[in-house]
């Protein structure tokens, strides 16, 4: 898919989102380039008969002649507009406009709020209108026989409409561009089958990335996982007839890193619960355990793309955990890399034993900070639901600053505690730790479990087993993945 930025008198589009508050007749320089087209028609009929009244996701489609159409999106009052209001609004007016547009072409009226209460400023907004537009144009119809049902990819370009392009304008664009292709990349790999999305699938991947993006790769196999040391990612993977693969790809800029940052992706390519099987029903979707390593791997090629003064490592230990006669077993004492020993008390509790070493591997990176994206929890979705992602970690000021960004960038989280009265939860007769603790506090007592195995002072964990993947589809996101938390780290890693 193509992005541009156009002027007025440039426009492509034969299907063009423009926008109208609730409270300000006020209309902008293309609204009224339309308005004359139609000799001041489109102006009557919302200004006149009121067919609608710039509420909130009001919509209105009208027809400027035989090819060309528009969609009047409504966005409430002018003082109560929030990035996540925008987003959401264009992602459901992109949706209309794809069933609408006759050449492929939608366009977008960039729009500011930059004078009245909550500041949006260009840039923002010419981020947020690619991002969301690709969000509500997301389809996966890989499998779909029929390529001209309603499901099919239709739209091949999304042009943004201002006057006056200026280099915030570009520079947001941009970032919106590459934050939509990481968002696409991420929810085509869960969405593909599990059949194919193999730990060596993915390694192998990971390699093509390194190639195409010029990163450093260190891509290793199941004799090298066991001569780093990891026996405790091993054990998970060990029930599996496809081999584990460790994966580390390094961004590094031309110039002296400001920060170096180890962002760790949960890697199970399926997820049976091994030995402690899951239920039919709860298996049906676990190709999405992966999503942690999938958003980590689209995440390094935007910022590949956007060169920050940072250095990104990215690190995934990838299996299967998987029942059978090799499968690892309740009882079994598993030594982590970084010596800690782990009692494994359920087989279904099996990402934060491979995080145990993913994030003990990060220990010899000599980075400024650790995060981590994982499906760990069904306890995070009882306490969040499926719309708010659980943070957590053990430095207040990274947590914060995330927290920020994350409302910056339309996405919701919730700081969950980690006390150490949590360790009696996981006490052990005769290793380190259990790798659970019963059903009470279930997400943070998974993040005090992982917090005995990093060494940073700023190590912060996203829990995203609620918000990745949606059974239901919800204001912003159709059902199925989400892309969850990659708008967030990608701004909080350019920050």
Not at 130 to 150: C, P, Q
Not at 271 to 276: F, I, Q, T
Not at 375 to 396: F, P, R, Y
Request: with cysteine.
């Amino acid at each position: 898919m193509k992005f541009q930025t156009k002027k007025i008198d440039e426009l492509t589009s034969s299907c063009t989102i423009i926008f109208i508050f609730e409270d300000n007749d006020e209309k902008s320089n293309l609204f009224n380039k339309f308005d004359e087209l139609t000799n001041g028609e489109l102006s009557k009929q919302i200004y006149d008969y009121k067919v609608i009244n710039g509420k909130y996701l009001e919509t209105f489609k009208y027809s400027i002649d035989k090819t060309n159409k528009v969609i009047v999106t409504g966005l409430g009052k002018k003082s109560q507009l929030t990035r996540k209001k925008l987003s959401i609004a264009i992602t459901n007016a992109t949706r209309q406009a794809k069933a609408n547009c006759s050449n492929g072409i939608i366009g977008i009226e960039l729009i500011t709020n930059s004078k009245e209460g909550n500041m949006i400023s260009e840039k923002d907004s010419a981020q947020i209108s690619l991002t969301a537009s690709r969000i509500g144009l997301y389809t996966f119809n890989k499998y779909i026989s029929d390529k001209n049902n309603e499901n099919s990819d239709k739209i091949e370009t999304i042009e943004l409409i201002c006057n006056d392009i200026t280099k915030d304008i570009e520079l947001g664009a941009e970032i919106g561009a590459f934050t939509s292709f990481a968002m696409k990349f991420t929810k085509d790999l869960v969405n593909e089958s599990a059949q194919i999305v193999t730990p060596r699938y993915v390694a192998n991947l990971a390699e093509q990335i390194a190639h195409e993006h010029k990163l450093e790769a260190k891509i290793y196999n199941k004799a090298q996982i066991k001569d780093l040391g990891m026996n405790a990612f091993l054990a998970v993977g060990q029930g599996s007839c496809h081999e584990p693969y460790f994966v580390h790809l390094t961004y590094k800029p031309k110039s002296e890193p400001k920060r170096k940052i180890a962002l760790v992706g949960k890697g199970i390519t399926f997820d049976a619960g091994g030995m402690n099987i899951k239920p039919a029903t709860s298996m049906l979707n676990m190709k999405d355990d992966m999503t942690g390593a999938a958003s980590v791997l689209g995440i390094i090629q935007a910022i590949a793309k956007l060169k920050p003064d940072i250095e990104l490592h990215v690190i995934t230990a990838l299996c299967e955990n998987m029942t059978s006669g090799t499968a690892y077993k309740q009882g079994d004492v598993l030594e982590a890399m970084n010596g800690k020993t782990i009692e494994v008390t359920n087989t279904d509790a099996e990402g934060r034993i491979t995080l145990a070493d993913a994030l003990s591997y990060c220990n010899n990176l000599e980075v400024d900070e650790v995060i981590d994206i994982a499906t760990l929890t069904g306890a995070v979705i009882t306490a969040l639901g499926t719309n708010i992602t659980g943070i957590m970690g053990n430095n207040q000021k990274q947590i914060d600053n995330f927290k920020k960004i994350a409302e910056y960038s339309c996405e919701n989280v919730w700081q969950m505690p980690i006390f150490d009265e949590l360790k009696d939860n996981l006490k052990s007769e005769i290793a380190d730790f259990k790798n659970t603790g019963g059903k009470n506090a279930g997400t943070s007592t998974a993040a005090w479990f992982l917090s005995n195995f990093t060494n940073s002072k700023s190590w912060l964990h996203l829990d995203i087993a609620g918000t990745a993947y949606l059974e239901k589809s919800n204001k912003e996101t159709l059902q199925g993945p989400t892309g969850v938390m990659i708008r967030s780290l990608i701004n909080y890693i350019l920050s």
